[in-house]
T-cell receptor, first 115, second 114 residues
């Protein structure tokens, strides 16, 4: 079946502009995660959605970052007033259930460059 | 808080030989999972192997196997008969207890020489 998809693949923006990143999880997966990967670093957790429950936003680095998810489908990560330090690869993952035992399946990521 | 440490920023191996990537972690949880993910230049994170802490037997997946030492909090990945396609960044990751999100190490860049 289809895996996790993300769009756009690459995004170049100017400092101060807003950007919106999209994630389509695997069909039927109730849990969805966003991670950020800075150059040469591991992945940092940003936000987590589980079904219709309130999301866990504990990893969002500032109030410029927000995310939404409609039911168990598409999610969008929005970064307002982008800064150069926001440049990174943003990865989305989904899993069948919201437990630590589940394997997370990743999309190809969106590479964001803020000039 | 849980932490994952990969002490080898880079490793290299000759094609057909064996290489071991190291990972240590810190946690106070009694049950948890450990994962190795591979990230080739395409950026796609691919699950290589996973291990449940309660299982004493080390996980194996074809040429990939782990050496899980729970008391030492060590979780190394062994790649046998290395192939050119194994060249990638490898990340060790942890999830456990109430920590459903993955905590990652900084990665090890593996080069496979022909």
């Amino acid at each position: 079946g289809a895996g996790v998809s993300q769009s756009p693949s690459n995004k170049v923006t100017e400092k101060g502009k807003d950007v919106e990143l999209r994630c389509d999880p695997i069909s039927g997966h109730t849990a969805l995660y966003w991670y950020r990967q800075r150059l040469g670093q591991g992945l940092e957790f940003l936000i987590y959605f589980q079904g219709n429950s309130a999301p866990d936003k504990s990893g969002l680095p500032s109030d410029r970052f927000s995310a939404e998810r409609t039911g168990e489908s598409v999610s969008t990560l929005t970064i307002q007033r982008t800064q150069q330090e926001d440049s990174a690869v943003y990865l989305c993952a989904s899993s069948p259930l919201w437990t630590y035992q589940e394997t997370q399946y990743f999309g190809p990521g969106t590479r964001l460059l803020v000039l | 808080a849980q932490t994952v440490t990969q002490s080898q920023p880079e490793m290299s191996v000759q094609e057909a030989e064996t290489v071991t990537l190291s990972c240590t972690y810190d946690t106070s949880e009694s049950d948890y999972y450990l994962f190795w993910y591979k990230q080739p230049p395409s950026r796609q994170m691919i699950l290589v192997i996973r291990q449940e802490a309660y299982k004493q037997q080390n996980a194996t997946e074809n040429r990939f196997s782990v050496n899980f030492q729970k008391a030492a909090k060590s979780f190394s990945l062994k790649i046998s008969d290395s192939q050119l396609g194994d060249a990638a960044m490898y990340f060790c990751a942890y999830s456990g207890g109430s920590n459903y999100k993955l905590t990652f190490g900084k990665g090890t860049l593996l080069t496979v020489n022909p």
